[in-house]
């Protein structure tokens, strides 16, 4: 399971991208990888956290509430922040 949250305000020159992962490990838990970074470059990447799939899953939830407090949206949602309404 993936999220892709996105952070757009054009006059702050502000396009980011924020990648949530869950992956399974060689010993069957779980892996939370995260990728950051401009839209439109390759961005940085991380292991975040790997352990019991209860242990991902909160710490999953988590980083998205983090990311929407911060002003991320949801990307595909049909809302991006800084951007004017039909």
């Known amino acids: 399971m993936e999220i892709r949250l996105e ?3 054009p006059e702050r020159n502000c396009f980011r991208f924020y990648l949530i992962r869950k992956e399974r490990d060689l010993f069957e838990s779980g892996s939370l990888v ?3 970074g401009r839209i439109g470059q390759a961005g940085r ?4 956290s790997s352990g019991p799939p209860e242990r991902i899953e909160a710490l999953f ?4 509430r983090m990311r929407l407090r911060r002003g991320y949206a949801i990307a595909g949602a049909g809302f991006r922040s800084g951007a004017a309404t039909p």
């Open 61 to 64: 939830e988590r980083l998205v």
């Open 45 to 48: 990447m991380a292991i975040r």
């Open 34 to 36: 995260v990728q950051w």
């Open 7 to 9: 952070k757009i305000e």
